[in-house]
Nanobody, 117 residues
Framework: QVDLVESGGGLVHAGGSLRLSCVASGRTFSSETMGWFRQAPGKEREFVADINWSGGHTYYADSVKGRFTISRDKAKNTVYLQMNSLKPEDTAVYYC??????????WGQGTQVTVSS
């Protein structure tokens, strides 16, 4: 069992920044992929970014490339999402997830990010 707890969401003006954190517990991670997803009201959940736990390789959705940065701290079992130049369309509930096989099968409870114009 993996437990994921997100934090760092909030209300920010357009152009501002936030850093989300996701603390993972319940197992020792090696080759898993940690990801961030988001879901805006009335829309489906969408991929934002992910990072390979061992090698640190990253991948981003085109909509956030150049503005968001995903990173991980192995010692703290924590994944971060640094979000800069935020836009109103970034408003959503952001979820942390873990993929240990072909799918993301562990999810956090989410943290709300609201960007005002």
């Amino acid at each position: 069992q993996v437990d994921l707890v997100e934090s760092g969401g909030g209300l920010v003006h357009a152009g501002g920044s936030l850093r989300l954190s996701c603390v993972a517990s319940g197992r020792t991670f090696s080759s898993e992929t940690m990801g961030w997803f988001r879901q805006a009201p009335g829309k489906e959940r969408e991929f934002v970014a992910d990072i390979n736990w061992s090698g640190g390789h990253t991948y981003y959705a085109d909509s956030v490339k150049g503005r968001f940065t995903i990173s991980r701290d192995k010692a703290k079992n924590t994944v971060y999402l640094q979000m800069n130049s935020l836009k109103p369309e970034d408003t959503a509930v952001y979820y942390c997830a873990v993929r240990s096989g072909m799918t993301f099968n562990y999810w956090g409870q989410g943290t709300q990010v609201t960007v005002s114009s």
